[in-house]
């Protein structure tokens, strides 16, 4: 009856709720008057069908009683119907998942079109590894193009030399004046062959990533902005070009500028490969480098060839009904059978993605699984995977390697039995990268990443090289594709993957190279990287699903694919909210979305330059709550919604790890989250704000300070006093010690007296005290009268 009625103390947590329960599925959509769907009813059909169901079956045909026995007949053909429908779902999925990369005639307008900017500042390689001949040339032709003033040289050995040195070169170079033009970095040409894999090795991470690494973090330590533009020389192949297979080492380095181009987009020029040494040579080719160098069409991948300047694309790539690869063309034609006699290798073997790919081996008939990983028995989980595989009719075993330890993998490989010989390799072992920002980039999570990729395949092809294998096979990421901020090193590690493959296939050996998006259940993405990928459009794919695309892959001798579930209209808007990006001109679903922004009379490349302010954005309920309220008090609530949407965006449950100076690029900020603050405070304000505001708004308070000029700018109504003072006092009041009562308490007296003189005036005398005075006299004691009456009479 609540006459025993008590308070209970409850944790300040109670209502912070996080969900772990999966989803159900929407229910199958149904006609009106409850009459099921054509859609419904297939969808029960092919049910009935996958479960070998015959009653569910005769009762989503609607069979008359005496006809149902009939269906006895069909039991034996409902297992071949089943299997028919798995497969055809999950090549349709596939179909829409498969990419490749591509590359176009830039256009023989482009030459020549537009003038070079006439200051350039030139970091060239050096010590005894310089490559003069190719440097010297473009230095000495640069110098003499027409409309180039000023062309400053400075020479880096990576070898000997470290980020400081090459700092204090650059500022000595530039002698304290900016650089109106361009910073062009011939470093990775120190490197343009591929390493000697039986040579002995300092470092797994290419000089030229090393190089480059060095020379983005002494230009921010010089305070150097002009845009980088990185050339390299073999890194890509060009179909029809006449090119030798990529030189790995220069591929890594396109790797590690997509990222970042993402993350510095003012900073960022492009990358241009130059053509091999024996036709570097040719006019044409020294006209498409300046070329692309004066580009205004927003490109910022280039390959310079005999027969012009090549721009990079990424096209779809589905496999048409005959199963040969669509428009991008498949590497070998016709289908082939891969067995997976004798025994599969896999790397990373007892991890997510090397367990996927396990089952799925040995559900379809795989002889011998060898499952290689660090910790091989002790991973977690191990025995059960390894009873699975066993029960799928496959012979396990699973066996702890370092692969990066060259020594260690052939001893492995000499233990295989020799009846069962190594036919198969798939090098799905991976480090989990570490994000950071390239200023605090540092070699040794570089040779972390690069170890567990690129010294695993190169051990793997030099160990394997005089073997007859059906399949080798590398698991490479998006990453390396079209970058991921602050992995620097997982881009550069999985471009080289990619281009190594290439290479292999350029031996006349088997090479495949899958670039994945995310997967769901772990492996290449943890959860909450999966959950910020989701937010930018690339959602995780089911395992059981992905793990077909190997088969298909191999079946049609693919060399490079991309595999990834892209939800197009959030990815590329995010993508390119900070300058337009051509990449991913040629999807379908991009272009349509370009063509749909061209009609409304927008730019087709993301929101990313709006002007300062929307028209109605004062209308707001965020703007009207700052109306009625001092300027302090503003720039408290401007500064709470800063710091809370943050959190959403990082997924904190909570600000109190977002401190007003926290700098955005320590909370882990890239340029994508950046674009995802900037719509929620978009969206939150009304008012127009550019996707690089977190960039020239580096913390929450300045962020705070940009937002409130525009909500409310420092202009207050004309009463005829000046308020100043009364900010100043609001603006003491709220930096007050919480724990400090004294203080407030003789202050809150203190106002009340004010208060009371701003309303006696107005109060109705012939009534004696006001009712609002009189709630203010009921709340002051005798003696705080008193001490307020002699503070009023100057006695206090």
Not at 32 to 51: C, I, K, L, N, Q
Not at 93 to 109: C, E, F, K, M
Not at 660 to 672: C, E, M, T, V
């Amino acid at each position: 009856n609540g006459q025993q009625a008590q308070t209970v103390d409850l944790p300040t947590y109670a209502f912070q709720h996080r969900r772990y329960w999966l989803d159900l599925p929407a229910p199958s959509p149904v006609a009106e008057f409850g009459t099921p769907s054509v859609d419904d009813v297939d969808a029960r059909f092919w049910e009935a069908v996958e479960r070998e169901d015959l009653e569910a079956l005769a009762e989503t045909l609607d069979l008359a009683p005496e006809r149902r026995e009939t269906l006895g007949s069909v039991e034996p053909v409902l297992p071949v119907l089943a299997e028919w429908r798995r497969r055809k779902r999950e090549s349709s999925v596939l179909d829409s998942w498969r990419y490749t990369v591509t590359w176009q005639p830039a256009g023989a307008s482009r030459a020549g079109a537009n003038p070079l900017p006439s200051q350039w500042l030139v970091v060239v390689p050096g010590g005894e590894r310089a490559a003069e001949g190719t440097v010297g040339e473009l230095v000495e032709r640069l110098r003499g193009r027409a409309g180039v003033e000023r062309v400053v040289t400075v020479d880096f050995d990576v070898t000997r030399e470290d980020r400081a040195v090459l700092a204090g070169r650059l500022r000595e170079a530039l002698a304290g004046e900016p650089l109106s033009g361009g910073v062009l970095s011939l470093l990775p040409l120190a490197e343009a062959a591929p390493r000697d894999a039986d040579g002995p090795q300092d470092s797994t991470v290419p000089d030229g990533v090393r190089a480059s690494v060095l020379l983005m973090q002494a230009l921010a330590d010089a305070g150097v902005e002009a845009p980088l533009w990185t050339v390299t020389q073999g890194a890509v192949v060009v179909p029809g070009s006449g090119d030798a297979g990529p030189v790995p080492e220069q591929a890594a380095v396109w790797g590690l500028g997509r990222v970042f181009a993402l993350d510095h987009p003012d900073r960022w020029g492009g990358l241009i490969d130059l053509p091999a040494p024996s036709t570097h040579g040719a006019e044409s080719a020294w006209d498409g480098l300046f070329a692309g160098l004066a580009d205004d069409e927003d490109e910022d991948q280039f390959a310079v060839r005999a027969d012009g300047l090549h721009v990079r694309r990424m096209v779809r790539k589905p496999l048409d009904a005959a199963g040969a690869a669509g428009a991008a063309g498949a590497a070998g034609g016709e289908r082939r059978e891969v067995g997976f006699s004798g025994t599969t290798l896999i790397t990373g073997g007892t991890g997510a993605l090397g367990a996927h790919l396990a089952r799925r081996l040995a559900a379809t008939g795989a002889e011998h699984l060898l499952l290689v990983s660090r910790r091989g028995r002790g991973a977690p989980g191990a025995d059960e995977l390894e009873a699975e595989l066993t029960g799928l009719g496959a012979q396990v075993t699973i066996a702890a390697c370092d692969i990066t330890d060259r020594d260690a993998l052939a001893k492995l490989l000499a233990d295989v039995p020799e009846g069962a010989p190594v036919r198969a390799v798939v090098h799905a072992a991976g480090a989990e990268p570490p994000t950071a920002p390239i200023e605090d980039t540092d070699f040794v999570g570089l040779e972390e990443v690069a170890g567990a990729k690129i010294a695993g395949a190169v051990h793997l092809d030099a160990l394997l090289a005089d073997r007859p294998l059906e399949a080798f096979v590398l698991f490479s990421s998006g990453a390396g594709v079209w970058g991921d901020g602050g992995h620097y090193g997982y881009a550069a590690a999985n471009a080289y993957l990619d281009a190594f493959a290439e290479r292999r296939r350029g031996r006349g050996l088997v090479a495949t190279s899958i670039a994945w998006g995310a997967w769901a259940g772990g492996g290449m993405v943890h959860e909450a990287e999966g959950d910020r990928l989701r937010r930018y459009g690339v959602p995780t794919m089911d395992p059981e699903v992905a793990v077909g695309a190997v088969q298909q892959a191999l079946a049609y001798d693919e060399t490079f694919l991309v595999v990834a579930d892209v939800i197009w209209e959030r990815f590329a808007a995010t993508y390119t909210a900070t300058r337009r990006r051509r990449l991913f001109d040629e999807i379908p679903e991009v272009r349509l979305l370009a063509a749909r922004a061209a009609r409304a009379g927008t730019e087709g490349n993301g929101a990313g330059h709006d002007a300062d302010a929307v028209p109605g954005g004062e209308s707001r309920p965020f703007a009207r709550q700052l109306a009625g309220v001092g300027r302090a008090e503003r720039e408290r609530m401007v500064l709470q919604l800063v710091r809370t949407q943050v959190a959403a965006v990082l997924g904190h449950d909570g600000t109190g790890a977002i401190g007003p100076n926290h700098a955005f690029r320590d909370l882990g900020f890239d340029s994508l989250t950046a674009v995802e603050l900037r719509n929620r405070l978009k969206e939150a304000t009304g008012l127009g704000l550019p996707a690089t505001l977190v960039f020239d708004h580096p913390t929450p308070a300045a962020l705070g300070k940009r937002l409130l000029s525009g909500l409310a700018p420092e202009t207050e109504p004309t009463t005829g006093q000046d308020l100043a003072p009364l900010d100043d006092l609001e603006a003491a009041v709220a930096v007050l010690d919480p724990a400090d009562d004294v203080s407030r308490t003789r202050i809150a007296h203190r106002l009340q007296a004010l208060l009371w003189r701003l309303t006696d005036g107005q109060a109705d005398q012939s009534a004696g005290v006001g009712e609002a005075d009189g709630e203010l006299l009921e709340a002051v004691s005798d003696d705080e009268m008193f001490d307020l009456i002699d503070k009023e009479l100057g006695l206090g």
